[in-house]
């Protein structure tokens, strides 16, 4: 069952920016934001474009090729826009972007991104299906294209990861 009746949305209709001014408990001893604070806001914002899409909670399956670029300061401001890249059955590719905004000069330099797989779910946490996703401009046809592919390639590290576990028996965990 669809998480409603619309068949297919948009890039547009579900795109997410979230926007945080980094604090001292934010940071490390070097006065960095930390990784895993950054990784949370990633989390946030796209979950936030995943929600509007599907139009149902949902919950993070996955986080790859989470890339560091370049370290965030305190007091500087970090702005992550998400977007759908692609729908699948009950699951959506969601890419996040981080910059950080140079707001007296006016530009934004790339901090981070992110590809992330978050799943439909009813009200019992079951997965539930959700709309196509309409990729209008070239970009937004690219992203659908790549996220296809890595959608491939974390099938095969997936069963590599199984078979792994399977070779090294039942004693052995993560």
Do not use: C
Not at 16 to 34: K, W
Not at 86 to 111: C, I
Not at 137 to 143: G, L
């Amino acid at each position: 069952m669809m998480s409603d009746t619309v068949l297919e949305r948009t890039v547009e209709e579900s795109q997410s920016e979230r926007s945080e001014i980094i604090f001292p408990a934010d940071a490390n001893a070097l006065g960095n934001l930390f990784g895993g604070r950054l990784m949370q806001f990633i989390d946030l914002v796209g979950a936030v474009a995943a929600s509007r899409h599907a139009r149902v909670p949902v919950v993070t399956a996955s986080m790859d090729h989470l890339d560091f670029v370049a370290p965030v300061r305190v007091g500087e401001l970090l702005i992550l826009k998400a977007s759908v890249n692609r729908a699948f059955k009950t699951s959506m590719e969601v890419g996040v972007r981080a910059m950080v905004e140079d707001v007296r000069g006016q530009r934004l330099r790339h901090v981070s991104s992110a590809y992330l797989t978050y799943v439909a779910v009813d009200a019992d946490g079951a997965g539930i299906g959700v709309p196509r996703i309409v990729a209008e401009t070239e970009h937004q046809k690219r992203r659908y294209e790549e996220a296809g592919r890595r959608r491939e390639l974390r099938g095969e590290e997936t069963t590599r990861k199984r078979e792994m576990r399977m070779s090294l028996g039942e004693g052995w965990h993560l």
